[in-house]
């Protein structure tokens, strides 16, 4: 039987300019280039994981969209990345939700989301999650759609015998409750450092292991902590693993963390030991930041097995 990747999470229509720097409190910037590409945390680790798996591997996205033409612009788009979309409904009650964001001339990012019918994905309809779920190998979430429904979705993610993987975006605190239901939480530096109730700053690759092992010891199975250009560091109480990242000129960091999330739960849902899986992930993003875009930017599975040439 073909594996199944499962996401459920927020799909959003990407309002991007691009910025000589992203403005300060008060200040006005003039812009370059405006843009719209389909994004949303959710999506884009659909649309990584239908580009990358598909159609050896069956993903399947669950989210909320509105009755409104971006809702039909984003299905397409995950659709042609082969990801099946019959589990994103329609709701009456919000638009599509959309992000504005600016992206400055070294890659760095600012976003804002307007969630609309992402907040629509309510826990008491979790329950009919079962059936996207079902036989599911790994099942993807991040925090874009309302907390309690992401933390009913986990644990029936687990009733039905898939492991978890939480991307911890956009940052913020969470409760050991729901840490507890993560088999491989995969947070950033500032998300990890949120996590952890530290200031938040850039982490020397020295602290790396100290801040993966407290968080694990918050719940999570497993721990990928997100280095940015440094790689990533895996640890999961026996094994460490720091794998290094791959350089490459940024264009647009938009997306890579999502990137590196959908190509590793292919990676591991097609059998992959962990250090290849995690090497896998680190190509994906690395080639993502090179092109502008959210979804835009994701690599075909051809560009990650001949990278980097
Ligand atoms: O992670 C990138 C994504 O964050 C964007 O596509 C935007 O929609 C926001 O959700």
Not at 92 to 107: D, F, N
Not at 202 to 227: F, H, I, T, Y
Not at 296 to 301: E, G, H, N, T, Y
């Amino acid at each position: 039987m073909k594996p199944t990747v499962c996401v459920v999470g927020s799909l959003n229509m990407d309002f991007v300019v691009k910025v000589d720097h992203l403005p300060a409190p008060g200040e006005t910037v003039l812009g370059r280039d405006f843009q719209m590409f389909p994004g949303g945390k959710g999506a884009n680790q659909a649309c990584a994981a239908g580009k990358l798996g598909s159609p050896s591997v069956d993903v399947r996205m669950v989210g909320r969209v509105g009755y409104d033409a971006f809702a039909d612009h984003l299905k397409a788009s995950l659709s042609a990345a082969g990801v099946d979309v019959s589990y994103v409904h329609a709701t009456r009650s919000q638009p599509t939700g959309i992000a504005l964001i600016w992206v400055e001339s070294a890659g760095q990012n600012s976003i804002v989301v307007a969630a609309g019918a992402n907040n629509e994905l309510a826990a008491p309809e979790v329950e009919a999650m079962r059936t996207a779920m079902r036989g599911a190998r790994y099942v993807l979430f991040q925090l874009e759609t309302p907390l309690d429904t992401v933390e009913a979705a986990l644990k029936l993610a687990r009733e039905e015998g898939a492991k978890t993987i939480l991307d911890p975006a956009p940052a913020q605190p969470l409760s050991l409750d729901l840490l507890q239901l993560v088999d491989i939480l995969t947070p950033n530096e500032t998300e990890a450092c949120i996590l952890l109730g530290h200031a938040v700053g850039r982490v020397e690759l020295n602290d790396v292991p100290v801040l993966a092992n407290q968080l694990r010891s918050m719940g999570p199975q497993s721990v990928v902590l997100k280095l940015g250009e440094k790689g990533c560091y895996y640890d999961d109480g026996v094994k460490q693993i720091h794998s290094p990242g791959f350089p490459v000129k940024a264009c647009d960091t938009t997306a890579a963390g999502d990137t590196f999330n959908g190509a590793l739960a292919i990676a591991l849902a097609e059998g992959q030991d962990i250090e290849t899986a995690l090497r896998f992930a680190n190509c994906a993003a690395a080639i993502s930041i090179t092109r502008i875009g959210a979804q835009a930017s994701i690599p075909s599975r051809i560009e990650v097995d001949r990278f980097p040439g």
